[in-house]
């Protein structure tokens, strides 16, 4: 085991309070076999650290899998708030609204069954009102387009963070052919270089090993 992970555990344990409605999300998923692509739960509680912070009331979140960061975030929007959660496999999303019902937040949670660009395509058209934080995390060659959404569901001082534009480090490759790298590649270039956007991003080591998470606020 790295000294990282028992840290990450350490910290998990000091700080962050993880509840049995979370361990029970994640059990969930290890025994229906999904892949353990869930954000760590000290990065689940800054999500939601995030969200108190600016006050959200209304989130967007791109890839529910089963529902773990999406519980954070419901809890974080509190009983007024709602989360939008878009999810491709009816399957996953099955199990994240049973793991949304044990936490307690179903009902401030709205999973959206679909591929993810249709469904912000539907909010869009719809003219939803503007979300206040949109969290990224789902197929990675999608997400310029998931960024490109973002900006229409969102109003100025939004936020917008995306997991794993790191992975490993295999972000930085210039010569990767790797589509999920060309993903995260594009979407750091575009949100660079979209005027309306100011962002950073931040490396991580922890129990999901060395990825990273970037964060843009829409002035
Ligand atoms: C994968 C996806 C994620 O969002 C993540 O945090 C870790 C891994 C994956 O697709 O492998
Ligand atoms: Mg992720």
Same mark, same amino acid.
């Given at each position: 085991m790295h000294a990282w992970q028992v840290v990450d555990g350490y910290l998990v344990d000091t700080l962050v309070g993880e509840d049995e409605a979370l361990r029970a999300a994640r059990d969930s998923a290890r025994r229906a076999g999904l892949p353990p692509a869930e954000v760590a739960p000290n990065q689940g509680k800054f999500l939601g650290l995030i969200a108190a912070m600016i006050g959200a009331r209304r989130v967007l979140e791109f890839g529910t899998l089963f529902g773990y960061s999406t519980i954070? %975030?419901?809890?974080? =929007?509190?009983?007024?708030g709602t989360v939008v959660t878009f999810e491709v496999d009816?399957? @996953? #999303?099955? %199990? &994240?609204?049973?793991?949304? &019902?044990?936490?307690? =937040?179903a009902e401030r949670v709205d999973v959206v069954v679909g591929p993810a660009v249709e469904s912000a395509a539907a909010l869009v058209a719809a003219q939803?009102? !503007?979300f206040d934080q949109v969290f990224i995390d789902a197929d990675k060659p999608n997400n !310029?387009? @998931? %960024? #490109?959404a973002a900006l229409l569901l969102t109003r100025p001082g939004s936020v917008i963070i995306a997991d794993n534009v790191v992975r490993d480090g295999r972000a930085a490759d210039p010569t990767s052919t790797d589509d999920r790298v060309l993903g995260v590649r594009q979407f750091l270039a575009d949100t660079a270089a979209e005027p309306r956007l100011d962002a950073t991003a931040i490396q991580t080591v922890g129990s999901k090993g060395w990825d990273g998470f970037s964060i843009a606020v829409v002035p």
């Amino acid at each position: 085991m790295h000294a990282w992970q028992v840290v990450d555990g350490y910290l998990v344990d000091t700080l962050v309070g993880e509840d049995e409605a979370l361990r029970a999300a994640r059990d969930s998923a290890r025994r229906a076999g999904l892949p353990p692509a869930e954000v760590a739960p000290n990065q689940g509680k800054f999500l939601g650290l995030i969200a108190a912070m600016i006050g959200a009331r209304r989130v967007l979140e791109f890839g529910t899998l089963f529902g773990y960061s999406t519980i954070w %975030l419901a809890r974080a =929007v509190g009983a007024d708030g709602t989360v939008v959660t878009f999810e491709v496999d009816e399957g @996953y #999303a099955a %199990l &994240a609204r049973e793991n949304l &019902a044990r936490a307690a =937040v179903a009902e401030r949670v709205d999973v959206v069954v679909g591929p993810a660009v249709e469904s912000a395509a539907a909010l869009v058209a719809a003219q939803t009102e !503007p979300f206040d934080q949109v969290f990224i995390d789902a197929d990675k060659p999608n997400n !310029p387009r @998931y %960024l #490109a959404a973002a900006l229409l569901l969102t109003r100025p001082g939004s936020v917008i963070i995306a997991d794993n534009v790191v992975r490993d480090g295999r972000a930085a490759d210039p010569t990767s052919t790797d589509d999920r790298v060309l993903g995260v590649r594009q979407f750091l270039a575009d949100t660079a270089a979209e005027p309306r956007l100011d962002a950073t991003a931040i490396q991580t080591v922890g129990s999901k090993g060395w990825d990273g998470f970037s964060i843009a606020v829409v002035p």
